[in-house]
């Protein structure tokens, strides 16, 4: 087994558990909805890779630097992306599954391999290139029910609340 280049993952469905905590990206179902509501948290959960852990590759176009932007599509809850809350840049703005009818920046996605460990398989950033803001477990806590967040950073900084091991479905 080798990195995975994001470049393959149009069309594929994923889940992202952190690196440090193993805790996954979770669109919080606490009332069993198939559809929850626009404003959903994203949170760390137990990673079960249930259907409201998984999210498909869309991709939509590639960046400025020739990788692909994805809309992150949950696959539990029909019609809901992983979104930017409001569309905000700073750090702590709220990761939320929202209702998509397009490709708004808040939902623009660039999935960056950052690293590979056999152990794991490949690392990744998650980078909202608009807001230039990274998926991020808030304070890197292994809490259930910790929020998931934009945060800046970069790909050099390694920061294990934003690394998150990529996991094919």
Not at 57 to 69: E, L
């Amino acid at each position: 087994m080798s990195m995975i280049s994001a470049h393959d993952l149009e069309g594929k469905t994923v889940a992202f558990v952190n690196f440090a905590t193993g805790t996954a990206i979770d669109l919080k179902d606490d009332l069993g909805f198939t559809s929850p509501p626009d404003g959903t948290p994203c949170i760390g959960w137990q990673a079960h890779l249930n259907e409201n852990q998984q999210w498909k590759c869309v991709k939509y176009q590639h960046g400025p630097d020739d990788q692909p932007q994805f809309r992150l599509q949950n696959i539990r809850a029909s019609g809901r992306a992983m979104d930017l809350y409001n569309g905000g840049t700073s750090d702590g703005t709220e990761i939320v599954g929202w209702q998509y009818s397009g490709f708004g920046g808040h939902q623009l996605w660039c999935i960056r391999p950052v690293g590979y460990f056999p152990a794991h398989g490949t690392i990744v950033k998650i980078e909202n290139i608009p807001a230039g803001t990274f998926v991020t477990l808030q304070g890197g806590s292994a809490q259930y029910g910790t929020r998931i967040v934009g945060s800046h950073g970069s790909l050099n900084d390694l920061r294990t609340d934003q690394l998150w091991i990529l996991k094919l479905i």
